[in-house]
């Protein structure tokens, strides 16, 4: 999976500094931690730290080549020399995994390319020769990477169209450029100072989860689907993929399921290969069952009928006699895990996690670190991190059934008339930005984050593409979809990145496969809702993978713990945070909400008011961490 990091200066030359480089790229260790790798050369420096996953010898980073040469790894320089540079060198830093590198890399055989490694690291290089920035409407995959081209003296930064693997970058003073998968290697760099404006505390507590600025003020994010050339004449960005409106061929139901589920087969399939353990996720919903399924099927013709997947899930120790139910939370995952888990023949476990270990100040500050920013979900993001840290004892690969809920339309917001007529972002009904933290009245009159919301939200419907013929119901539906993939699922595939990375974990999502949701996303809603259920085309498609319970079973959001103690020591947490020596947690957050929501007791907090408390104590390490310039 691994990380990447660069510097671009056409002033003064990267040689001359080597140790930034390799600050960049060691502030990526957790996302890379079986190698590193370094190339310097004129104008530019490259870094990489590798999660090795496929060919495990040969697939070392920065791969580098020149026309009619075989690949090599680059090697790191002395500071006064280019030892391995030359005026022709390509240089790849690459993050990912691309599915289909075997059908390209017999294209390229074919057109005369030859290779020295097994790894699609490789595939994405030779296809840059052949192709230049074609390369990236040929892959299918996830992925961000960077090719410096040393002839041409230009960078190509590109990511993958769902936007499941990470890519930022900024400008810096003398005109030159650094990026890399976190924010966190680019302020490694003293041209990229960690600093906050008006306009990053809008994109941050808006919640409205836009591509393109970023909280930190200068630092860009490469949009899903998008491409950046920077060399002398400047920077252009701009999309090779995005989704469009057409016709549905497959009129009938019969003919459409049969389609999702040959689609959802080729991309769990193409998603099993790997030099290293793998297993699923499984959390006892229909999204996770029907991947781990058809990947527990595909490994048993791959290596015989014995052979057995591991899954995981996630549980607290209170969640048996403690759950209560709530907006986004139906019933108690575990039960249902077991189960799909038995039906299916997996290897299965669940990871049991305390009041103790979710409030450990440790675990909370790796989880700030991991994101780079104070917005998070509290305890399910320390929770899916530790879950993500017991799965890397066993296995480097997980797949997960992340993102079919926006794919086949599985959020309440689909199907509730009230959410489908009201003028905003639909999840805002749920978590609106006074749930997400209440800003100091000063800060709040400032940010006008209300009207930032409205303005963000036409902008947002105005590239919605259409369909002539659509009637406004359909519309309205298509609207939905687009929101949902294009906003709403970019934090959560954000969220597992991070988190999974940060304890050095790949994790797969068959369901972003952009083939599967092109598909989807052009099938008439009446389809989607035919049994008058959420989810009802992959329902249809995944009949006999999964124990009726689980296939009939309502849409259940990640689990919470229900932990008095939980509470408790959250509001120990959100004090001692808001009455921080420094002060800055208190210039930022209306102290009177927090104080109320403080005084209530431990067993009748509400969700969506301890959301306020976890966002207090989030803010407080990340501003320890980060020190962060804020001007407003």
């Not at 020149?66 to 680059?74: D, L």
């Amino acid at each position: 999976m691994c990380g990447i990091t660069g510097w671009i200066s056409f002033g003064e030359e990267p040689g001359h500094r080597p140790h930034l480089i390799d600050r960049m790229t060691a502030a990526l260790a957790p996302r890379g931690p079986d190698g590193s790798g370094l190339w310097i050369g004129p104008h530019a420096a490259l870094g990489h730290r590798r999660l090795a996953v496929l060919d495990i010898e040969g697939g070392a980073q920065p791969m580098t080549a020149r026309p009619g040469g075989p690949p090599r790894t680059a090697r790191t320089p002395t500071p006064t020399s280019h030892p391995n540079s030359d005026p022709t060198d390509i240089v790849l830093s690459y993050s990912g995994e691309v599915y289909n590198h075997h059908e390209l890399r017999e294209e390229l055989q074919a057109a005369g390319h030859d290779f020295a490694t097994r790894s699609d690291t490789e595939v994405v290089l030779r296809g840059y020769q052949e192709w230049g920035a074609g390369i990236a409407e040929r892959l299918v995959g996830m992925y961000a990477f960077a090719v410096w081209d040393a002839g041409a003296r230009r960078l190509l930064l590109v990511r993958d169209r769902m936007g499941v693997k990470p890519l930022y970058y900024a400008r810096t003073p003398d005109g030159g450029l650094v990026f890399g998968s976190e924010p966190k290697a680019l302020f490694a760099h003293p041209d990229c100072a960690p600093r906050v404006d008006a306009q990053g505390l809008r994109e941050a507590y808006g919640l409205v989860f836009g591509t393109g600025a970023t909280l930190w003020a200068g630092v860009r994010e490469v949009p899903p689907g998008g491409l950046v050339v920077f060399d002398r004449d400047g920077l252009t960005e701009r999309l090779y993929w995005q989704l469009t409106a057409r016709p549905h061929e497959d009129g009938d139901l019969a003919t459409t399921t049969a389609e999702i589920r040959r689609r959802l087969e080729h991309a769990v399939r193409s998603q099993l290969e790997a030099d290293v353990p793998r297993c699923s996720l499984l959390s006892g919903g229909l999204d996770s069952t029907v991947v781990t399924a058809l990947l527990a099927d595909e490994l048993r013709l791959r290596e015989g009928p014995a052979a057995r997947l591991r899954s995981y899930a996630v549980d607290y120790s209170d969640q048996a006699e403690r759950f209560t139910g709530d907006v986004l939370r139906t019933g108690h995952d575990a039960p249902y895990a077991v189960e799909a888990g038995a039906f299916i023949g997996t290897e299965h476990r669940t990871v049991v996690l305390d009041p103790q270990s979710l409030l450990d100040p440790g675990h909370r500050a790796a989880v700030v670190a991991a994101r780079d920013s104070p917005i998070g979900v509290g305890d399910m993001d320390t929770s899916l991190y530790l879950l993500f840290g017991r799965i890397k004892e066993h296995s480097t690969v997980a797949l997960s059934g992340e993102a079919a809920d926006e794919v086949f339309g599985g959020y309440p917001w689909f199907h509730d008339p009230a959410a489908l007529a009201a003028p905003t972002f639909p999840w805002l009904r749920v978590t609106s930005d006074q749930a997400a933290m209440p800003l100091h009245p000063d800060l709040a009159g400032e940010l006008r984050i209300g009207e930032f919301q409205r303005d963000t939200y036409r902008t947002a419907l105005a590239a919605v593409p259409r369909l002539d013929g659509e009637s406004a119901a359909q519309r309205r539906q298509r609207e939905m979809q687009h929101l949902s993939l294009t906003r709403w699922l970019r934090q959560l595939l954000h969220r597992k990145d991070r988190l999974s990375m940060a304890q050095g974990l790949e994790v797969r999502v068959p369901y972003c496969d952009h083939r599967l949701v092109e598909y989807a996303f052009n099938t008439p809603w009446e389809l989607h809702g035919h049994d008058g259920r959420e989810k009802s085309l992959l329902r249809a498609a995944g009949a006999g993978l999964a124990p009726r319970s689980v296939l009939w079973r309502a849409k259940n959001h990640y689990p919470a713990t229900h932990h008095p103690d939980y509470n408790r020591g959250l509001q120990r947490l959100a004090h001692e945070a808001l009455d921080g020596a420094d002060g800055r947690v208190r210039d930022l957050v209306d102290a009177r909400v927090v104080t109320s929501v403080l005084k209530t007791a431990p067993e009748q907090l509400e969700w969506g008011h301890r959301l306020r408390l976890e966002r207090v104590v989030d803010l407080a390490l990340w501003l320890d961490r980060y020190r962060p310039e804020i001007t407003v």
